[in-house]
């Protein structure tokens, strides 16, 4: 558009025209599937960006059919979570969300007193239908006063759930009632909104998932699933997370799991791929990265993103309050990491108070300390690269190990926290379990170059190196370990 225009017209337009010029599919070419309708009282008015009302049109819609499972959606897949049960009323959806505390397990190790929903920790969550009314009872088991919020939602104002401003708290024993009918649809959340930092960061947070009520065949998809990210400071040898920490998280969680827990995203190769993610944790911000492949950004929890406006990424940031939804086609076999880059968020449990030891020669110095504690050994002076030492250190009680698991090399995958596996399999036949490693095949695994290799390609080990390369291990694995297990 901009090419076939002068500078001139284009300043003459204004960025508002430009702006929805953009998002308006010209004829001819594929539509989006969610482009919103735009009629011709909005190009006479020039002022197309502000026809619609920002919170969803007319208030008092007619409530539509509720949407039934396999009907009307194909249901979310939740790893590690469920979404909350409904029965239909009188043409109304009606839930039952319970406020609960619920003893958490975020891996093997790691036992936690949290709060949460319906005996789940972040991994509760609501499915349902745009144009159906739904009614949400909010009964509160916890011993303090709590209330919901329904994020991104539109919705009467009392229905908001800010406990005090938009309606008085659900006391302890209370039961609550919602309602409202849905004229929207995406990925939202809900968290408690009465004393926040205490409720949402002992797990009072989920996921909201509405789903549009005629897709179109472009929307749909063979893989849809609904992801929550938050962040938790359970200190070490202590059993419930500690809600007053505001920079030193510990435990990071995707659905209330840290790798190795996080349950695989499995998939067939060919598959549509939807992932739908949310943070809700305290205080920080979560670039998710995927391997192997790129996404398209679609949605937001503000609404889907016109296909003109939509674009390809491998990481895709959530900040705190953000839901986003990416899609890809899984086209390529294998196990593919999907996890937050920023380093520390891969990590479990670990204090952060260690000198920085990262290339300190220790030699003399476990000798000088032995006679006074006879265990003592250095760490860290390699890094924190210690492989299967992670799992036989000493830890305190209720603790989990500061990463990983052992991967099907025989190596430890080094990573914990946000990290979870995209597991692509041709001729997959049930999506259920996990269908454990990929099984690469031969010559497709990046293993120590051989010496005919190094000959061959004229590769010299030591060229332009001060010092040459410490001597390789003797004997080290050259292919996968015979009969691989997971
Ligand atoms: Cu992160």
Known sequence: MANRLSRRQILGIGAGSLAAGAARPEPGHAKSHDAPPRGRAEAASGRAYWQKSYSGGPVNVAPLAPGLPGDHYKPVVIPNGGALPFRIVAGVKVFHLVAEEVDHLFDSGLRAKCWGYNGRVNSTIFEAVEGERIR????????????????????????????????????????????????????????????????????????FIVHPRSPSSDYRVDRDFSLMISEWSVKAGTARPNTLEMTDFNVLTINGKVFPSTAPLVCKTGDRVRLRLGNLGAMDHHPMHIHGYHFRITATDGEDIPLSAQWPETTVLIAVGQTRNVEFVADAPGDWAFHCHMTHHVMNQMGHEFPNMVGVNPAGVDEKIRPLLPAYMTHGHTGMDMGKMAEVMPYPPNTISMKGATGPFGDYISMGGLFTVVKVRDGLTSYDGDPGWYQHPPGTVALKASDADLARDGIDVNEGASSPAPRPAAAGPQAPSSGLRH
């Open 136 to 207: 949400i009872y909010v009964t509160n088991r916890l011993s303090v006063a709590t209330s919901v919020h329904w994020h991104g939602l539109y919705l009467p104002n009392g229905m908001d759930g800010v406990g005090g401003l938009t309606q008085p708290y659900i006391k302890a024993g209370e039961t609550a009632k919602y309602e409202w009918t849905l004229r929207q649809h995406g990925s939202f959340m809900f968290h408690s909104h009465h004393d926040e930092m205490t409720q949402m960061g002992m797990g009072m947070i989920g996921m």
